[in-house]
């Protein structure tokens, strides 16, 4: 079975400082992970995948995450938070058929 | 292209009315799907379809019917409709030759049940 688990549900960062959004995954096959956006009012928008090339995979806006299979996680990460980056991050894995999304976190970024 | 979209935007209900959420997408994606998204609880998937006639059910089925008569379009149903089921609706479709499952998400319908 497939599940992704999202560490802390809200993160404030100031403008300029590092963004790191926690992503633990269990997957029993080797997983194809996600991170989605979700800016207010709005679908979900693809910011990165992982599909088992890089480790180190770069998305839209500055954000990277790097896949770890020891420690199974995928953090996002952004080394300068800008003040559009304040939405709502989802991590996903893969399933049979579909997607299992984790319960999000909320990140505000304080001017 | 247009993408997903999804109709109505936002709809209010009360409790016992009947009502359909029209999804369609202009990608010729295989697979399409129904989502709910409720505070802290992240997407959760309702019914899914692997192709045009075929329909499946997610993890939170109950309440809730599809169709997928044509390729483009999957309806979700609500038959009677409760407060439990006031939600965020999204629907979502992908290629069926994409390994990683990628889906592409439509704007949302914001469904209050009284």
């Known amino acids: 079975a497939q599940s992704v688990t999202q560490l802390g549900s809200h993160v404030s960062v100031s403008e300029g400082a590092l963004v790191l959004l926690r992503c633990n995954y269990s997957?029993?096959?080797?997983?194809?992970l996600f991170w989605y956006v979700q800016y207010p009012n709005q679908g979900l928008q693809l910011l990165l995948k992982y599909t088992s090339a890089a480790t180190l995979v770069k998305g839209i806006n500055g954000f990277e995450a790097e896949f770890k299979k020891s420690e199974t996680s995928f953090h996002l990460t952004k080394p300068s938070a800008h003040m559009s980056d304040a939405a709502e991050y989802f991590c996903?894995?893969?399933?049979?058929?579909?997607?299992?999304f984790g319960t999000g976190t909320r990140l505000t970024v304080i001017p | 292209n247009a993408g997903v979209t999804q109709t109505p935007k936002f709809r209010v209900l009360k409790t016992g009315q009947s009502m359909t959420l029209l999804c369609a997408q202009d990608?010729?994606?295989?697979?399409m799907y129904w989502y709910r998204q409720d505070p802290g609880m992240g997407l959760r998937l309702i019914h899914y379809?692997?192709?045009?006639?075929?329909?499946a059910k997610g993890e939170v089925p109950d309440g809730y019917n599809v169709s997928r008569l044509k390729k483009q379009n999957f309806l979700l149903g609500l038959e009677s409709a409760a407060p439990s089921q006031t939600s965020v609706y999204f629907c979502a479709s992908r290629t069926g030759t994409s390994r990683s499952n990628e889906q592409f998400f439509g704007p949302g319908t914001r469904l209050t049940v009284l």
């Open positions: 997957s029993s096959v080797p997983p194809y």
């Open positions: 996903a894995v893969r399933g049979a058929n579909n997607l299992f």
């Open positions: 379809s692997v192709g045009e006639g075929t329909t």
């Open positions: 990608m010729n994606h295989e697979y």
